[in-house]
């Protein structure tokens, strides 16, 4: 039975509540879409990638340079896209898992994995610990 106007407002409201009140809750149930969306983007941008090296070739041996110009662009624009999806897909999943003893509050970079979060966290806590030491 598909949902009134109201109800259908009423349940926009109430997801945008939770999305605002615990946003990783919200991105954990978001991220299987989004999950697949990146990875198909990436594998996408990946045959690009090597379609542009095949026509850069093609281009190099028939001596036309037009069609090495449109591999050459088309490895770049693989590349770029290749790139942002695997950041992207990195935002992803540090959002979903978040690594041990962050409990710090601040923000990690997105680049950040959980390895060198959790390595930067033992650092500063040694800091700490000396620094507490010494006086």
């Known amino acids: 039975m598909p949902l009134s106007e109201e109800e259908q407002r009423l349940l926009e409201q109430m997801e945008q509540a939770l999305a605002d009140e615990d946003p990783k809750f919200a991105s954990t149930l978001r991220g299987s879409t989004l999950r697949a969306r990146l990875r198909r983007t990436v594998l996408v941008s990946a045959i690009g990638f ?18 090495s110009v449109i591999g050459f662009v088309l490895m770049l624009a693989a590349a770029y896209f290749f790139v942002t ?51």
């Open 50 to 67: 090597i379609a542009g090296v095949a026509a850069l070739m093609f281009g190099l041996v028939l001596v036309q340079t037009w069609v």
């Open 85 to 135: 999806a695997w950041r992207r897909g990195g935002e992803v999943s540090a959002d979903e898992t978040p690594p041990p003893g962050s409990g710090n509050g601040r923000q990690q970079r997105a680049s950040a994995g959980p390895r060198q979060s959790s390595f930067m966290d033992r650092m500063e806590e040694r800091w700490r610990r000396r620094r507490d030491e010494g006086l």
